[in-house]
C-alpha cells in the first residue's frame, strides 16, 4: 500500500494504465498497438535517461579533486551538471 492508502502498482500495470489513456486520447482502436507504443516511448525515455546519468557521472569522476558520491559536493554537482545536460539537449517532445 502506498501512503494515500492505493495499492502501488508494477511497471506493467502502470504502462497498460498508460497505454489506456493513449488509446482514449488518440482513438487508437487497437490497445495492443496503443500498449505497444506505450512501452516503446517508456523504453526510450529510460534510455535518454540512462545516457544523460552516465555523462554526468563520467564529468564528476573526471574532476581532479576527487569528489566522492554521496557527498553534499557530489549531490549539488550532480544537479547542476544534470541541468546542463538537459538544458543543451533542448526541449523533451
Given at each position: 500500500m ?8 508494477t511497471p506493467?500495470e502502470r ?8 488509446r ?6 487497437n ?17 535518454k535517461?540512462?545516457a544523460?546519468?552516465l555523462a554526468?557521472?563520467?564529468k564528476?569522476?573526471s ?7 554521496g ?7 550532480y ?5 546542463d ?9
Open positions: 502506498s501512503l494515500r492508502g492505493r495499492p502501488k502498482c506493467r504502462a497498460a494504465s498508460r497505454a489506456r489513456l493513449v482514449s486520447l488518440t482513438q487508437i482502436p490497445f495492443q498497438v496503443a500498449l505497444c507504443d506505450a512501452r516503446e516511448l517508456l523504453a526510450e525515455w529510460v534510455d535517461g540512462d544523460v546519468d554526468i557521472r563520467k564528476i569522476a574532476l581532479k579533486r576527487g569528489v566522492v558520491e557527498s553534499a559536493e557530489w549531490s549539488i554537482l544537479r547542476r551538471y544534470r541541468e545536460e538537459l538544458r543543451k539537449k533542448g526541449p523533451q517532445r
